[in-house]
């Protein structure tokens, strides 16, 4: 991620500038966390947006996907009710009002109790100054 175009989570509303940052670089101030039984091998759903700094805008296909050891048990979709799949392109222009998405967790019935730590959301994005 580049520091002109964050995600942000705590159901972000279409259009606006509101949310919360989630962490960057590793800090795990703010993390995208999602709380399973695995044993009912549950699944939640977060709101999502992608939001550039004031003066910015992405040009392009935006790219959004998951890296670490279970990143397989993370997907996301453009629409809380669509496909959900290990990669997202959002190929609309990303200014300063919050771009949706939803990221789903889950969790099977073979994994043990515990907090992980390893996946990080990718976002990739050709990110210019406003005209």
Do not use: H
């Given at each position: 991620?580049?520091?002109?175009i964050?995600i942000?989570?705590?159901?972000?509303?279409?259009?606006?500038?509101?949310g919360?940052a989630v962490?960057?670089?590793?800090?795990?101030?703010?993390?995208?966390?999602?709380?399973?039984?695995?044993?009912?091998?549950e699944?939640?759903?977060?709101?999502?947006?992608?939001?550039?700094?004031?003066?910015?805008?992405t040009?392009?296909?935006?790219t959004?996907?998951?890296?670490?050891?279970?990143?397989?048990?993370?997907?996301?979709?453009a629409t809380?009710?669509?496909?959900?799949?290990?990669?997202?392109?959002?190929?609309?222009?990303?200014?300063?009002?919050?771009?949706?998405?939803?990221?789903k967790a889950?969790?099977?019935s073979?994994?043990?109790?515990?907090?992980?730590?390893?996946?990080?959301?990718?976002?990739?994005?050709?990110?210019?100054?406003?005209?």
């Amino acid at each position: 991620m580049n520091e002109y175009i964050n995600i942000y989570m705590d159901n972000p509303t279409a259009g606006e500038q509101d949310g919360t940052a989630v962490s960057l670089e590793d800090a795990g101030n703010a993390p995208l966390t999602a709380v399973l039984d695995a044993s009912k091998n549950e699944s939640k759903t977060l709101r999502c947006a992608l939001r550039c700094q004031e003066g910015y805008r992405t040009a392009g296909e935006t790219t959004l996907s998951f890296a670490g050891a279970t990143a397989d048990k993370w997907s996301l979709s453009a629409t809380e009710t669509g496909a959900f799949a290990a990669t997202l392109k959002i190929t609309e222009s990303i200014g300063t009002g919050n771009t949706l998405f939803w990221v789903k967790a889950s969790a099977s019935s073979e994994e043990k109790p515990g907090t992980d730590t390893s996946v990080k959301l990718v976002c990739k994005a050709p990110v210019l100054p406003d005209d």
